[in-house]
């Protein structure tokens, strides 16, 4: 008796795993009547932090090509989306300091301002701003510090590009 259950418990488990629409990455579709071929312009960088408009702008290439929802398309005229990223700020500042007042840990935040728009007629498809922070280990030699900056940043960007895509690819 109990072993006719577990057949139909399956069965139910398996078309509400199939009927919630769940598809592994990279094997959206694309949206209907929306095209596939992205062309993802160098970010702007409207702060003092010299490349880190480069090292964004290769985290989101990256992560739109992985995506698999959009062919990424190395000429813009051609390219059915343009993706308009622009680093509107950066800042690091102490977060945690010790008992005798000297600086523990900084918190690094990146804000990602970003535009979709139709490549034939520029209609805006997406617009939005994304922010992101993380703590890195302060330390006394300079060169660590730098070091442990750059890793901020390098982080940053990745989440930053996850994010964008996120929103973009799903049409938040």
Do not use: H
């Not at 072993?3 to 398996?14: E, Q």
């Not at 009927?19 to 949206?31: D, F, K, Q, S």
């Not at 290769?58 to 398309?73: K, P, Q, T, W």
């Amino acid at each position: 008796m109990r072993r006719s259950g577990v057949p139909l418990l399956l069965g139910a488990t398996l078309l509400l795993v199939a009927a919630c629409g769940y598809r592994p990455e990279g094997t959206l579709p694309p949206v209907a009547g929306r095209p596939a071929t992205l062309f993802v312009e160098l970010a702007k960088n409207r702060t003092g932090r010299a490349f880190i408009e480069n090292e964004l702008t290769n985290r989101i290439v990256e992560r739109f090509a992985r995506g698999g929802r959009y062919r990424l398309d190395e000429e813009r005229p051609t390219a059915a989306l343009v993706l308009t990223p622009e680093v509107a700020g950066y800042t690091a500042v102490a977060s945690a300091y010790s008992q005798t007042d000297q600086i523990l840990l900084y918190r690094a935040t990146m804000t990602l301002a970003a535009t979709l728009v139709q490549g034939e007629d520029g209609r805006i498809v997406w617009k939005g701003t994304l922010t992101e922070s993380v703590e890195f280990a302060a330390s006394s030699d300079r060169a660590q510090q730098q070091t442990n900056e750059n890793v901020a940043v390098s982080g940053l960007t990745v989440r930053l590009a996850d994010d964008l895509y996120a929103r973009v690819a799903e049409n938040f």
